[in-house]
């Protein structure tokens, strides 16, 4: 049987946002549709097809596409068959754009025009975006967008998208009534015929406008001849890391006491306020115990969504990638997987959507079997949960705090992890030994914008929050209910949650894991911890929240657990969350973008497997020193 497909599309004509990767085409989409896609300077932000409309002053509105970036209509990489695929009117679900906006980088135009040629070749009506056109005008560049669209007989416009009125040109432009006749007036233009040719019709053409010696951005080399240094450019590049995991510690010690404080004092309200019962037990210890010791970690993740943003705005973050390719060429990857295991460090699953800019599928699957390794925000609570309870706050060195060293160890833990399994998989596989030479993208560095950062923290935030009153809440009430019920029987002399579901249940699969040291309250928490990591720490805080005979348990877990844990338990629980799969949405991203079941599953079978065994020897080297 034949299979055919249906495409229904939404009225309104088609925009299609065109360009080599970095040159703005998000900001742009930003500024034309309101929305709030995540812009950065380097290349690859944008890995799949956003939609957005533009209203126009008629009140008629046009659909606009925000598409990945590509250097050509050849694509090399899953991300740029995307572009490729809608502008060949190929992409499922999705109609030909009925126009093309080519976002041209104004300070890089020789490269930038090639990739225009190509689509003009296509026959499809095209408009022209000069953007950066501040930076081009800052280091003197005079680009006359009159000139330009003459040359090449399509509409050309000047925009700067990262001001607010950067895009006004561009609007007006698309709102002209008679835009579809003039853009399809360029497809007869006398433009080259043959891709072979390009190049020299684009030499010629920048002489002719006085463009052809177009000078480098110096203040950009003159930085990276220090940050790209063989020997410093790695020293800067540990000691950044290593001050961002000390401050993510020092610097949010203040706000959390806030938030712990708000929510020791509201269950102390509720307390005294309502009388004994279900409402009282469900509000002290399921919401505020449960919640609010998530939510303590709020000012933590931003700490470190702070630094990530800086790094990812300032276009440090390819230079990073550079600096580490040869580590990475040694367990047989190349500089390509690091946006992608950094992103990871935010989230795995963006992390492996972004694994789209590798071209090379081996290296492609390897990144994203790594990818849960590194450590995602959400696992930031417990880890810094069980820091707080058992690592002692003291001053190890000159700025150095042992809480925030071991975070950072455990970071490098996940790190050496994947990096340990990347090496197995090239000892163990020809293609893996093979050397693929990294090509990317320096960017020039730019000032990061407070009002990017800002945004993006604000995002962060709405996130975060969304989690807690979402999928945290739901299986805060789910746990409390099976915490709760059935109650014990008469004369019962065990704390009542012994006797729950989730008691037994706990008690069940203590079995399992008693040889890595797990009591029967962190089996509990471990299960509703596989939809959130975070829930595992609202499971404990509503666990012994219920266990508790005193009333003041809400924000306050770190010291029961530091009383009833040792210190080898503490630790194997530690290694379990660096490598455990805890987290199902991130195993659907796998299905999604390998398009089967086979390598989720492998994923989750090596990741327990390794997980169960970091616990066991950890727990049993710890037992063994007398820890
Ligand atoms: N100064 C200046 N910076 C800009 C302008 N347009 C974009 N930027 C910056 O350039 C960087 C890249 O912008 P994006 O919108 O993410 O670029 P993109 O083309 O969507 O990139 P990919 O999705 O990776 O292909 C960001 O740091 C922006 O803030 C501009 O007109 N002037
Ligand atoms: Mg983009």
Redesign the pocket.
């Known amino acids: 049987m034949t299979e055919s497909v249906i495409h229904v599309h939404p009225p309104g004509r088609l925009v299609a946002l065109v360009?080599n990767?970095?040159?703005?085409?998000?900001?742009l989409f930003n500024l034309l549709t309101g929305s709030r896609q995540k812009?950065?300077?380097y290349?690859?932000?944008?890995v799949e097809r956003k939609e957005g409309r533009m209203l126009l002053p008629t009140g008629k509105s046009l659909r606009v596409l925000d598409l990945?970036?590509t250097y050509s209509l050849n694509p090399r990489s899953p991300d740029e068959q995307v572009t490729c695929g809608v502008l060949q009117g190929v992409a499922r679900g999705e109609k030909r754009p009925d126009i093309v906006v080519c976002?041209v980088d104004a300070t890089n135009l020789r490269r930038s025009l090639r990739l225009v040629l190509s689509v003009l070749r296509l026959g499809l009506p095209c408009v022209i975006a000069l953007?950066?056109?501040?930076?081009a005008a800052d280091r003197g560049m005079r680009i006359d967008p009159e000139v330009l669209s003459r040359e090449l007989g399509v509409p050309v416009v000047g925009?700067?998208?990262?001001d607010s009125t950067?895009a006004e040109a561009l609007q007006r432009l698309l709102s002209e009534p008679d835009l579809l006749e003039r853009a399809e007036a360029s497809i007869h233009a006398n433009l080259p015929a043959n891709a072979a040719d390009d190049a020299n019709f684009i030499r010629d053409l920048l002489v002719r406008m006085g463009l052809d010696d177009a000078s480098p951005h110096l203040a950009s080399d003159a930085i990276d001849r220090v940050v790209l240094h063989p020997v410093w450019g790695l020293v800067i590049l540990a000691v950044t890391l290593f001050l961002i995991f000390q401050a993510v510690f020092s610097w949010a010690e203040a706000p959390m006491n806030l938030i712990k404080d708000a929510a020791a004092a509201t269950g102390a309200w509720v307390n005294a306020t309502l009388p004994e019962g279900f409402l009282r037990s469900f509000i002290v210890d399921g919401l505020v115990a449960g919640l609010g010791s998530v939510l303590v970690f709020l000012p933590q993740i931003l700490i470190l969504f702070f630094f990530i943003l800086m790094l990812e705005?300032s276009g440090y973050l390819p230079r990073a990638a550079f600096l580490l390719d040869r580590v990475m060429g040694t367990v047989g990857l190349s500089g390509r997987s690091f946006i992608p295991l950094l992103s990871s460090f935010a989230c795995a699953i963006p992390g492996i959507m972004a694994t789209r800019t590798i071209a090379n599928a081996r290296d492609r699957l390897v990144t994203i079997m790594i990818a849960p390794m590194m450590t995602c925000s959400a696992r930031l609570p417990v880890y810094a949960l069980l820091i707080g309870a058992f690592i002692p706050e003291r001053v190890v060195g000159p700025g150095v705090q042992l809480r925030g060293l071991v975070l950072f160890l455990l970071y490098v833990a996940g790190i050496a992890g994947s990096m340990g399994v990347a090496w197995l998989l090239k000892r163990f596989t020809s293609q893996g030994r093979q050397v693929r030479p990294l090509m990317m993208e320096l960017p020039s560095y730019?000032m990061p914008?407070v009002r990017?950062i800002a945004l993006g923290l604000w995002q962060r935030t709405q996130i975060f929050l969304r989690r807690v009153g979402g999928v945290i809440l739901v299986l805060t009430i789910a746990l409390w209910v099976l915490a709760s019920f059935p109650q014990p029987p008469v004369g019962a002399t065990g704390s009542p949650i012994e006797y729950s579901i989730a008691g037994m249940l706990g008690h069940a699969l203590a079995v399992v894991f008693q040889p890595i040291g797990f009591n029967w309250q962190i089996s509990v928490a471990l299960v509703p911890g596989m939809a959130a990591r975070e829930v595992a720490v609202s499971a404990l805080g509503t666990v012994y929240s219920l266990a508790a005979t005193t009333q003041d348990t809400a924000g306050a877990l770190a010291p029961i657990i530091a009383q009833q844990w040792s210190l080898p338990t503490a630790l194997s629980l530690l290694a379990w969350y660096v490598f455990a799969p805890q987290c199902l949405s991130t195993l659907a991203a796998v299905k999604r973008e390998t398009g089967g079941l086979k390598w989720p599953l492998v994923m989750a079978g090596y990741l327990f497997a390794l997980a169960y065994l970091a616990s066991f020897i950890t727990y049993n080297v710890a037992k063994a020193m007398s820890l």
């Open positions: 360009g990767p970095n040159c703005g085409k998000t900001a812009v950065a300077n290349a690859g932000v944008t990945p970036g976002v953007n950066m056109a501040d930076l925009t700067v998208a990262v950067g705005e730019h914008r990017n």
